[in-house]
């Protein structure tokens, strides 16, 4: 899903499907219409009326070509640090005052979070026709993501996501983990996730 009013999602949807913005959401009004629509607007939000059925019905089309935007607009979306995390810990409340917030609205990085898990968790029922398993493209793109993450900003700007980033790829999401955990600089070590710094000995 993503926010109509949002010229970042705008964007990455425009590149997802490869035609301007216009003609996508001329096509999903049409949609909406249908006697059993697949989509559905709620204010300003799109979204997909079932995850798991569209999964089933469209996983067998798309291409390497498909996969691979998919796989760099996550990249760029789901990689950006969150700017309020610039601020000092007690002024972060008043971020968006500041101007300090994400381009890309919560409900894109929510789909596309969703999305990958749906990839990991139905590899078996719903093969690609690419020679990877969406299981292999969903480890590929975690591992990917977190290889960017050299401290704590970027686990922190994913905090509500690591669930579903955790199912999408469960072994290199405790990979990646341990990295933090057992790396310099130590994730728990940080105090600016409103994490206390661990003593030392």
């Known amino acids: 899903r993503w926010r109509d009013d949002h010229p970042a999602d705008r964007e990455e949807i425009t590149r997802l499907a490869t035609r301007d913005y216009m003609e996508v959401s ?3 009004l049409r949609w909406t219409n ?8 709620v204010g300003d939000t799109w979204m997909v009326v079932s995850n798991e059925d569209a999964w089933s019905l469209l996983a067998r089309y798309l291409t390497r070509d498909d996969l691979e935007r ?8 789901l990689g950006a640090v969150d700017p309020r995390y610039e601020l000092p810990l007690g002024e972060r409340w008043a971020a968006p005052i500041y ?3 994400l381009s890309h609205s919560s ?3 929510e789909g596309l979070a969703e999305t990958l898990a749906l990839m990991g968790a139905s590899s078996d029922l719903y093969p690609l026709p690419d020679s ?3 299981q292999e493209w969903a480890t590929r793109i975690v591992r990917r993501l977190f ?3 050299q401290d704590w900003l970027l686990w922190a700007s994913l905090a509500g996501h ?8 469960p072994e290199e999401f405790l990979a990646a983990a341990e990295r933090g955990l057992t790396g310099e600089p130590q994730l728990s070590r940080r105090s600016g996730w409103g994490l206390a710094p661990r003593s030392r000995p």
Do not use: M
Not at 34 to 41: F, N
């Open 99 to 101: 101007g300090r917030t």
């Open 162 to 169: 690591l669930p579903l980033l955790a199912e999408a790829a």
């Open 70 to 77: 998919f796989e760099a607009v996550v990249l760029d979306v």
């Open 26 to 28: 001329e096509t999903l």
């Open 132 to 134: 990877r398993t969406g």
């Open 34 to 41: 249908a006697a059993d629509p697949p989509v559905r607007r």
């Open 147 to 149: 290889q960017n993450a």
């Open 107 to 109: 409900d894109l990085r």
